[in-house]
T-cell receptor, first 112, second 113 residues
Framework: NAGVTQTPKFQVLKTGQSMTLQCAQD?????MSWYRQDPGMGLRLIHY???????DQGEVPNGYNVSRSTTEDFPLRLLSAAPSQTSVYFC???????????FGEGSWLTVV | ELKVEQNPLFLSMQEGKNYTIYCNYS?????LYWYRQDPGKSLESLFV?????AVKQEGRLMASLDTKARLSTLHITAAVHDLSATYFC?????????????FGTGTRLTIIP
């Protein structure tokens, strides 16, 4: 069972570079989301999607872009990386009206 | 703005003891989650509480929800070393199924032999 798969697991970027964190799920879940976790803190919602073609902003969307062209994939783009975006990023998914939220293994991003 | 507060933030306890972690939240919600996170790992779902008065138990952990008081508790009974981890509560303030979780800052639990 693959569940929610995130790539890459580790990445180092230079300030100003752009990159895409990939997230894929094989459970046919409509709902997907991205969170970031900073040291000593809980997760904060960046963007979420309730289905293909539909996305919306969460609590901390600035500097990030998302799209949802398929049910399976929900990539997160960093447009111009900044040191403040150094964090651990988690992707999550859930089926409609489901109670269990499935999290990926996380992507550790360092911006220097 | 929904705020979720956990306390204590750090908890060091001896094996065999009982303790409770508290999760207070500021805005009405009837869906609350508890997660466990080990260092460098993802989140492991422990409990989903969906209604006022809900109580769930798994092993040495028991969670409850009081939506009127906007309070959830995670009770640890006869702690063992394997329970050492960081525990998060999260409140879902989105429309049902439109998951928009607000997390507490976590409680770092250390069980001392």
């Amino acid at each position: 069972n693959a569940g929610v798969t995130q790539t890459p697991k580790f990445q180092v970027l230079k300030t100003g570079q752009s990159m895409t964190l990939q997230c894929a799920q094989d459970m046919n879940h409509e709902y997907m989301s991205w969170y970031r976790q900073d040291p000593g803190m809980g997760l904060r919602l960046i963007h979420y999607s309730v289905g293909a073609g539909i996305t919306d902003q969460g609590e901390v969307p600035n500097g990030y872009n998302v799209s949802r062209s398929t049910t399976e994939d929900f990539p997160l783009r960093l447009l111009s990386a900044a040191p403040s975006q150094t964090s651990v990023y988690f992707c999550a998914s859930r089926r409609p009206r489901g109670n269990t939220i499935y999290f990926g293994e996380g992507s550790w991003l360092t911006v220097v | 703005e929904l705020k979720v507060e956990q306390n204590p933030l750090f908890l060091s306890m001896q094996e065999g003891k009982n303790y409770t972690i508290y999760c207070n939240y500021s805005t009405t919600s009837d869906r609350l989650y508890w997660y466990r996170q080990d260092p460098g790992k993802s989140l492991e779902s422990l409990f989903v509480l969906l209604s006022n008065g809900a109580v769930k138990q798994e092993g040495r952990l028991m969670a409850s929800l009081d939506t009127k008081a906007r309070l959830s508790t995670l009770h640890i009974t006869a702690a063992v070393h394997d329970l050492s981890a960081t525990y998060f509560c999260a409140v879902d303030y989105g429309d049902f199924g439109n998951e928009k979780l607000t997390f507490g800052t976590g409680t770092r639990l250390t069980i001392i032999p």
